[in-house]
């Protein structure tokens, strides 16, 4: 399937979790996502701060899908938003796109993030017909780079992140 075939924003499930397109309904999540301090001590972008930002956010989100650069699910487990999982910097061109993620603290080392990453790995992979995913992540993070190393992603040490000194730059490539 080719990205440019998607008139919906596409649902991902597994055993646990759904993987599901944020809607205004998510305003207040999304807030207490991309402003919590805890979740966004190893990201560098700029935090939201208030209910019209994160409006704003899903907005330019759900754009950004409509121009095919990038897929941000939110992520559910038992009925509650936990988390999140994006692609972005989607290139149909280079075959290749930017993978990110955030998940609350209580649920962390439960498994949940290898489950979403891995799930959205596979739909890159096979759907959107990439053939490189590459994420970058803070150096001190070493949750996200374990999750990263057991997930097949390799340390690029000669690739320097342009916007932030401290990210690392793993990369995964598709099999195929």
Aim: proline fraction near 2%.
């Amino acid at each position: 399937m080719n990205f440019i075939n998607f008139t919906e924003h596409p649902v991902l499930k597994t055993e646990r979790l759904i993987l599901r397109k944020a809607t205004d309904l998510d305003i207040a999540v999304v807030l207490e996502l991309r402003s919590s301090e805890e979740i966004n001590k190893f990201v560098g972008t700029k935090r939201i701060q208030n209910l019209e930002e994160a409006s704003a956010f899903i907005n330019s989100c759900n754009s950004l899908y409509d121009q095919h650069k990038r897929i941000f699910w939110l992520i559910e487990f038992q009925n509650q938003v936990i988390g999140s999982i994006v692609l972005h910097n989607i290139s149909k061109v280079d075959t290749y796109a930017e993978i990110g993620y955030k998940l609350k603290p209580n649920f962390q080392q439960k498994g949940i993030m290898t489950e979403a990453l891995q799930k959205v790995i596979t739909f890159g992979f096979d759907k959107l017909a990439l053939t490189t995913i590459e994420a970058f992540t803070h150096k001190n993070n070493i949750a996200s780079i374990a999750l990263l190393e057991k997930n097949g992603f390799v340390f690029l040490p000669k690739r320097k992140c342009s916007t932030f000194n401290y990210n690392r730059i793993f990369k995964l490539e598709s099999k195929l």
